[in-house]
Nanobody, 125 residues
Framework: QVQLVESGGGLVQAGGSLRLSCAAS????????MGWFRQAPGKEREFVAT????????SYADSVKGRFTISRDNAKNTVSLQMNTLKPEDTAIYYC??????????????????WGQGTQVTVSS
């Protein structure tokens, strides 16, 4: 059984930065496509960023492109999301997800096999 645990969320002022981490246990992430999603109150969960395992190809939602960076550390079995120039509209619960049967970028929720419990990010104006 794979467990994903997110950390690093918190309260930050607009323009600030946070770094989220997702640690895995139970299975190596070295051949998993990893993704970050977020869900704001009253809204559906949406794609934020993804990274493949083969070439570490990345893809981002337009709303975060140029501000967020996804990366992976296979030696530590973790995936991170560096979030800069945060905006109030980035406020949400952030979830990491893993897909073990894919090798290309995945932007849809149904493409992932495992999910973490989420970490709250709140950006004040």
């Amino acid at each position: 059984q794979v467990q994903l645990v997110e950390s690093g969320g918190g309260l930050v002022q607009a323009g600030g930065s946070l770094r989220l981490s997702c640690a895995a246990s139970g299975r190596t992430l070295s051949r998993a496509v990893m993704g970050w999603f977020r869900q704001a109150p009253g809204k559906e969960r949406e794609f934020v960023a993804t990274i493949t395992w083969r070439l570490e190809t990345t893809s981002y939602a337009d709303s975060v492109k140029g501000r967020f960076t996804i990366s992976r550390d296979n030696a530590k079995n973790t995936v991170s999301l560096q979030m800069n120039t945060l905006k109030p509209e980035d406020t949400a619960i952030y979830y990491c997800a893993a897909a073990f049967r894919a090798s290309e970028v995945i932007k849809h929720l149904s493409g992932y096999d495992y999910w973490g419990q989420g970490t709250q990010v709140t950006v004040s104006s």
